[in-house]
């Protein structure tokens, strides 16, 4: 018996070591920039340029809104485009896989699959539902107040 009690304790403290390393990695990621699952909806971000600041509420939690948040704080340099939104482009694409589709309306800033970029929707008239198109949250601002995030560098961070 006294020959097998080596081997069973070797294996026992190899499992309360291996079991303890799992449970820190999983701590550390749960406290990462995506957050929790309950610290999505409702988080705010805000899109700051010059003197002018546009907050925006996430009300969606999927796949490409978690990828967003786990990228803050960021700089991104915005564009008018099409006389319908300002659009900003990521380094690398946003994970989107699992994320639904959208119809956007005006104040939705949304994630365009095909080409990686966000957008803040002040015209979306007569854009439809699309699969490419997903619903990252809402924002309230005027047309001079995003017209101004397009003078220089927008600093994007997470105040809540």
Do not use: C
Request: hydrophobic content about 35%; charged content about 20%; cysteine-free.
């Amino acid at each position: 018996m006294t020959k097998f009690r080596r081997p069973i304790t070797v294996l026992l403290l190899a499992i309360g070591v291996f079991a303890s390393g799992v449970a820190v990695s999983y701590s550390q990621n749960s406290g990462s920039g995506s957050g929790k699952a309950g610290e999505i909806v409702g988080a705010v971000v805000r899109f700051t340029s010059g003197s002018t600041s546009v907050d925006l509420t996430i009300d969606q939690d999927n796949p490409a809104v978690r990828d967003f948040l786990s990228r803050l704080p960021l700089t991104l340099k915005i564009e008018e485009y099409a006389g319908r939104e300002k659009i900003a482009y990521f380094d690398t694409k946003l994970t989107t896989s699992g994320s639904p589709g959208s119809d956007p309306d005006n104040g939705d800033l949304i994630y365009f699959t095909p080409w990686g970029n966000i957008g803040f929707y002040y015209n979306a008239s007569g854009v439809g539902f699309s699969n490419q198109t997903i619903h990252i949250g809402k924002y309230n601002a005027s047309n001079a107040q995003l017209d101004q995030l397009t003078r220089q560098p927008v600093r994007v961070e997470r105040i809540r």
